[in-house]
């Protein structure tokens, strides 16, 4: 079932404001690449240090 879009007029402004909605789409839409990939290598970063730990706090005293 379509549903149509009501016929709004055609503006300089109403234009203007759809290239800047899409804009601000794209740009959102980099952003949060940004923090994923940040947030990616964040986490790669810290499993090759606790890697490279060599079992550093893997084990518990229990006879302290």
Excluded: F
């Excluded at 079932?1 to 800047?20: C, F, K």
């Excluded at 839409?29 to 893997?58: N, T, Y």
């Amino acid at each position: 079932m379509e549903v149509a879009a009501p016929n709004l007029p055609v503006t300089p402004a109403a234009i203007s404001a759809e290239r800047q909605a899409q804009t601000r789409e794209s740009y959102s839409a980099s952003v949060l690449r940004k923090v994923v990939d940040s947030q990616a290598q964040e986490g790669m970063a810290l499993a090759k240090m606790v890697a490279e730990a060599g079992g550093v706090g893997q084990n518990v005293d229990t006879q302290a």
